[in-house]
């Protein structure tokens, strides 16, 4: 088996490590990335992690292990949630507007009233979410394997 295909295992950080990175992130996002950083959460575990209404617009959770955590009000537009497990996850309210959730786990969260306008679920598992409408799936961006409840379907795209 190549080496490279190795799951690669999850980084595990402090509760202090997860706060500096989150108010640097805002600094970054306060200053137009003058100061501050990113956060980049990629690759990390998360189980369970408290984000409510945490102002992450751009954050970084690539291929994050986020099975169960409270995201509640969370900003996350523009961020990068490719590949990420966000299984059992409460998004109620999210501003996912602009978001990668390309590949990512989302059965069983909880996407009431999330904003999912523009966001990228292209091989998304939506399975069993709940609280997801028709009207928050219509203007993101779906492909053929990208899984929706049942009662959801994809979209048409226009051909322009």
């Known amino acids: 088996m190549d080496p490279k295909s190795q799951p ?5 950080l402090s509760k202090e490590e997860i706060k ?8 970054w996002v306060e200053s137009e990335g003058t100061q501050g950083k990113c956060a980049d959460f990629t690759g990390a575990h998360l189980k369970g992690e408290v984000f409510m209404g945490a102002r992450l617009p751009g ?10 955590a ?12 490719a590949q990420a497990n966000l299984r059992g996850a409460n998004l109620r309210w999210a501003n996912l507007r602009g978001a990668n959730l390309q590949g990512a786990n989302l059965v069983r969260a909880d996407l009431h009233q999330a904003d999912l306008r523009s966001a990228d679920l292209r091989g ?6 709940t609280g997801l409408t028709q009207d928050q799936i219509d203007p993101a961006r779906c492909d053929p394997a990208t899984v929706l409840p049942e009662g959801l379907h994809k979209a048409p795209r226009s051909s322009s």
């Not at 690669?8 to 595990?12: K, L, S």
């Open 70 to 81: 409270y995201l509640k009000k969370t900003d996350l537009e523009n961020a990068t949630l």
């Open 8 to 12: 690669v295992p999850f980084r595990e």
């Open 124 to 129: 998304a598992n939506l399975k069993m979410a």
């Open 59 to 68: 954050a970084i959770f690539q291929g994050a292990y986020l099975y169960g």
């Open 20 to 27: 500096t990175r989150m108010n640097e992130h805002v600094l």
